[in-house]
C-alpha cells in the first residue's frame, strides 16, 4: 500500500524559512510527477509547485521566487524549500505522488506563519 510522510512543518516568524520533506514508500512503480498543495481555512486546496521525474517544475505565482521543490527519484522523496515565509502563506500542506495506476496523498502538515 502506497503511503506518504511528510515532515518539516512548523511556526515561523515572517521572513522566516521551512524546509518540508515527502518520502513514498509501498510500490515498486516509478512515481511520475510529484507536488506540493495547500489549504487554508475556509479555502480550497491549492497548488503550490509541481515537479515531474524529469525534474520540469512549476509554480504558483504566490511562491515564484520564495519556493523550490526538489526531488530526489533514488528516494522517492520530494522537497519543498521555502523563504520569505509570510502570514499568507500558513495552510496545511499536503504532498501527492502520481503514479501510473492512481495519484496518492501525504496526510498534511501545518505550516503556520505568524510573528
Known amino acids: 500500500q502506497v503511503q506518504l510522510v511528510e515532515s518539516g512543518g512548523g511556526l515561523v516568524q515572517p521572513g522566516g524559512c521551512l524546509r518540508l520533506?515527502?518520502?513514498?514508500?509501498?510500490?515498486?512503480?516509478?512515481?511520475?510527477?510529484m507536488g506540493w498543495y495547500r489549504q487554508a481555512p475556509g479555502k480550497e486546496r491549492e497548488l503550490v509547485a509541481r515537479?515531474?521525474?524529469?525534474?520540469?517544475?512549476n509554480y504558483a505565482d504566490s511562491v515564484k521566487g520564495r519556493f523550490a521543490i526538489s526531488r530526489d527519484n533514488a528516494k522517492n522523496t520530494v522537497y519543498l524549500q521555502m523563504n520569505s515565509l509570510k502570514p499568507e502563506d500558513t495552510a496545511v500542506y499536503y504532498c501527492?505522488?502520481?503514479?501510473?495506476?492512481?495519484?496518492?496523498w501525504g496526510q498534511g502538515t501545518q505550516v503556520s506563519v505568524s510573528s
Open positions: 515537479i515531474s521525474r524529469g525534474g520540469i517544475t
Open positions: 501527492r505522488a502520481d503514479y501510473e495506476f492512481g495519484d496518492y
Open positions: 520533506s515527502c518520502a513514498a514508500s509501498g510500490s515498486f512503480f516509478s512515481i511520475n510527477g
